[in-house]
Nanobody, 117 residues
Framework: QVHVEESGGGLVQEGESLRLSCSAS????????MRWYRQAPGKQREMVAT???????DYPESVKGRFTISRDNTKYAVYLEMKNLKPDDTAVYYC???????????WGQGTQVAVSS
């Protein structure tokens, strides 16, 4: 059985921080690249952070320096630390696990993040 589940969303003010958590089944976590995506109303889903099984992280320019992804291989968990949040960061945030070689994705249900100005 496979599960991916996010938690930690909420409403914050501009400039504040928030930490999202994601737990996944061990059978996919151990070999999967962990990813965070977000989707704002009326916009396409975009990747905001990835971390490989070896701990190599990558971010788009829009969040680099503000977002930090980390993974705890003992807890089958991945985290997204978000600092200096902006209203444009408002979105539903999704955790995903991608499995090679076909890059099959397992998705969570998403958690809402809202940033007020």
């Amino acid at each position: 059985q496979v599960h991916v589940e996010e938690s930690g969303g909420g409403l914050v003010q501009e400039g504040e921080s928030l930490r999202l958590s994601c737990s996944a089944s061990g059978n996919i976590f151990r070999t999967g690249t962990m990813r965070w995506y977000r989707q704002a109303p009326g916009k396409q889903r975009e990747m905001v952070a990835t971390i490989s099984t070896g701990g190599v992280a990558d971010y788009p320019e829009s969040v680099k320096g503000r977002f930090t992804i980390s993974r705890d291989n003992t807890k089958y968990a991945v985290y997204l630390e978000m600092k200096n949040l902006k209203p444009d960061d408002t979105a539903v945030y999704y955790c995903a696990v991608s499995i090679s070689p076909d890059d099959y994705f397992y998705w969570g249900q998403g958690t809402q993040v809202a940033v007020s100005s």
